[in-house]
Structures are given as structure tokens and as C-alpha cells.
């Protein structure tokens, strides 16, 4: 951990505010006629996800956190945790199921997967934009119901639930967009 002055803070940067990570989503600079330069930081703490903007006088040190990004693969997920291997080292680490959050409706064994470390230890991952997976079940179509938007609930291998279009069914591999959560359409063969 070392310290910056804020007038180096950009988008990007990591920060160690009130004893927490946070990310510079947007770091703005204003100059009153008078007076001292004002930066206003839009800020996301990297452990709850939440939000908030900070002001702050020209001038100021900020303490920059200790995080890093490390690429690993899925394992498994077992009672203690969630199993991820460094992919240059090999080493083995268990990630939290508050860590993991909601992703793990969305892991797959072996997936390559971003874990955010701080001060070594695993605070957030970063899933693939979009996965393959299999619809495992899913109420079939009905005949004659052809509206182009209609969506249904269908369960895929990883357990997770989402919508899908009507014409889907049991057994079709289907790509899902991990941020929004959604459908994204059919997977190739």
C-alpha cells in the first residue's frame, strides 16, 4: 500500500477508503474562481458492490489498496468454499461463498475465471462475458403459441434458473450473458 496525491487518482485507480477497497469508476476535477481545486470521485467498494461519490481538496493524499488480479480456473465448490487453481502457478485457493456471490450460478468446471485479491485474499471474481450451457429441463412450447418474445423458466446444468424464448427445449446448448443474466441465443453445434 503506498499513497497518491489525489490530483493522480484516475479511472481505474484502487483506493483504500475507510478501511475498504474501492475502484475509481469516474474521477472529475473542478477549479472554483477561488479557492482550491475540488475532485469529485465516483467510487464502487469491491467487497459489497455498493456505490458512492466522495469529494475531496486538491491537494489531499489518497492511500491506494493492495489489489490484484490474478487468472485462475474452476475447480469445484465443496462445504468450504469454492475451489480455484492459479493457472501460472498451480497453487490451489478457496474462495468464500460471500466472495463468490451470485456467480455461482454461473460456473463451470475448469472455466477460466478473474479473482480479485486483496491484501491476498479473494474478494470478487470476474466471470466470462457470456458460457454455454445446457438446458436441463423446460416446459415445452405450445402449439400454436408463436408470439416472437414470449419467455419461459428453464434450468441449466449449473443449476441456475433463467428465461429463455418458447422454442427452446430440453438438451439445446444456449449461451447466456453472465452480467445481465439473460439469454443470448442458441449455441453452435
Known sequence: ?????????????????????????????????????????????????????????????????DITDVEMQFLYSDTNGFVFMDTSSFEQITVTPEAVGDDKDFLLENMPVGVTLWNNQPIALRLPTTITVEVVYTEPAVKGDTQSRVMKPAKINTGAEVKVPIFIAIGERIIINTQSREYSGRAQK
Open 1 to 65: 500500500m503506498g499513497s497518491i496525491e489525489i490530483s493522480e487518482v484516475s479511472k481505474g485507480t484502487k483506493l483504500l477508503i475507510d478501511n475498504a477497497p474501492w475502484n475509481v469508476i469516474e474521477a472529475n476535477f473542478f477549479k472554483p474562481g477561488k479557492g482550491n481545486a475540488v475532485y469529485t470521485l465516483r467510487v464502487m467498494n469491491l467487497i459489497t458492490r455498493n456505490t458512492l461519490e466522495k469529494t475531496y481538496r486538491g491537494g489531499e493524499k489518497m492511500e491506494t489498496a
